[in-house]
């Protein structure tokens, strides 16, 4: 079985064989992980809006919704820079902190095989599907904390909160902006 | 044999994009006459990147001429940066004419705000909306005004609207969405009975764009145009079923091609679509199975 798929079964020893494991990761290396993860957040959307994929279609998609991914290094570099530097390092700690995210991958790809319609009558078994990640990636985190940047248990929980919760939030704030969500609870609070 | 593994799913997503190829441009739409007027066929509620929609505009636009749209208003919540981004774009790709629009979002009530000049606010009475709508040259549209998003629509708000979103894909999704639509609908032509029929996608995440649609009688094939249609009620609105809202006359004439585009079927359809979607889902399924290179 690969890392990744390792990682959600058993994310302690995964990750304590992947950082023991000689690795030459690079700057530039060390974004194939963040790029793979991009180009299916690209296609995924432009698969699901289009149910089909063009070139310059997924080019554009993977451009514009990369952004997603550049939000994700900047929370990690903020959270794994100082003990990646003591430990690992940065470019491979940021290499093995993405491998985290096969359960969000698998949910997207999961998502265009239901291929929902525009006039879909519910969206709940994709949104409780989503459950799956939102509860996996946390404790692939906690692992990765504790393994790869060897902090002791305490502090890979605290870490790991740290990091959900800034991820969240920013989330929340830039879902909040999209979809207009101010009006949205002063509607609902009436 | 893993790396063999990775090349064939590395090949796949290059195959399935290679295979979509042929409907990078689609071809142009050639939109049938009506006396002194051209047909068109609009969604005038279609959410985009950056907000929360999926697609860039100028991908909105392709993919809406794919789907038979000749025009499409980018109506984001309360804003209209993807507009201002895609003014910005050095490059302009054919596709459907967009329209610069928002949605008002409050608490009482969604307007779309279709072809405006500026953002209008959107923290006051729907009434004023609309008339803030009409001094920045747009025209104002109920959005699906179903259940508490029909709640801010007074009399006064009634008199100053210009459309109705009289199908929207809410009529498939809510239990009585069908209903409250049409009640809503015939409440506002009580009030003003040349109001104008709007069909709506209210397109985010999920294909197709134009799933509902409006039929548009404009004197010619521009912004302005449609905007004088609407203002008019020269429209009609088509559902996901092919049923048809709006004036006997216009809808007599538009009827087979509601039935036609039910459903935003894909112009020019081919086996390359379905097929560059699957190869590259698989590729991509591959790729997170196989995983990284790394033996532990």
Redesign the interface.
């Known amino acids: 079985m ?5 990682l959600i079964a058993a994310p302690g020893p ?1 990750y304590a ?2 950082a023991r ?1 000689p ?1 030459r990761i690079g700057p530039i290396t060390a974004l ?2 963040p790029l ?1 993860v991009a ?2 957040i690209g ?16 080019l ?2 993977t451009i ?2 990369s ?1 997603v991914v550049l939000i994700q290094i900047a929370i990690a570099l903020a959270v794994i820079a100082a003990p990646a530097r003591r430990t690992v390092g940065i470019p491979r700690a940021l290499d093995l902190f993405f ?1 985290a995210h ?1 359960p969000w ?2 949910w997207m ?1 999961a998502l ?2 239901r291929s ?7 969206l709940v078994p994709v949104l409780v599907a989503a459950l799956v990640p939102i509860v996996l990636t946390p404790r692939i985190l906690a692992a990765f904390f504790r393994e790869v940047l060897e902090l002791d248990p305490r502090e890979a929980i605290r870490c790991t909160i740290a990091h959900q919760a800034i991820t969240w939030s920013v989330l929340i704030v830039m ?1 909040g ?4 969500l101010i ?2 609870i ?2 609902w609070l ?1 | 044999m893993k790396l063999g593994g990775r090349a064939l799913a590395w090949g796949l997503v290059g195959a399935g994009v290679v295979l979509g190829f042929h409907a990078e441009t689609p071809r142009p739409l050639d939109p049938p006459r009506h006396g002194a007027d051209v047909v068109l066929a609009a969604d005038f509620h279609v959410h985009s990147f950056p907000g929360d929609g999926a697609l860039a505009p100028w991908d909105l636009a392709v993919e809406a001429q794919r789907r038979g749209l000749d025009a499409i208003a980018l109506t984001n919540h309360n804003h209209r940066v993807s507009w201002s981004i895609a003014q910005m774009m050095p490059f302009h790709r054919a596709g459907a004419l967009l329209i610069p629009s928002e949605e008002l979002t409050s608490a009482a009530y969604h307007m779309a705000a279709v072809g405006t000049s500026g953002n209008v606010p959107w923290h006051q009475s729907a009434a004023a909306a609309a008339a803030g709508i009409h001094d920045r040259g747009g025209v104002a549209i109920a959005a699906h005004p179903a259940g508490d998003d029909a709640k801010g629509f007074d009399d006064a708000a009634l008199d100053a609207l210009d459309g109705v979103e009289a199908a929207h894909p809410l009529m498939y999704a809510v239990r009585n969405g069908r209903r409250d639509l049409a009640a809503f609908y015939e409440r506002a032509r009580g009030r003003k009975p040349r109001i104008a029929a709007i069909g709506s996608t209210d397109f985010h995440f999920f294909a197709p764009v134009g799933f509902c649609r409006t039929f548009v009688f404009a004197r010619e094939r521009s912004i302005d145009g449609v905007l004088d249609a609407i203002r008019r009620g020269a429209t009609v609105a088509c559902d996901a079923s092919g049923t048809t809202f709006g004036p006997a006359d216009l809808s007599a004439a538009v009827a087979g091609a509601c039935r036609a585009a039910a459903g935003a079927p894909v112009r020019d359809s081919a086996w390359t679509d379905p097929a560059s979607a699957l190869c590259v889902w698989l590729g991509l399924f591959g790729l997170v199975l196989l995983g990284s290179h790394e033996a532990v």
């Open positions: 690969n890392p990744e798929l390792r995964t064989a992947l494991a690795s194939r992980r793979l180009m299916i296609c995924s959307t432009a698969i699901l809006a289009t149910r089909h994929a063009t070139p310059s279609l997924v554009s998609t514009c919704w952004v491998a096969a991958s698998l790809l265009i095989a929902p319609t525009a006039g879909e009558r519910t879902f902006w999209a979809v207009a009006p949205r002063v509607q009436k």
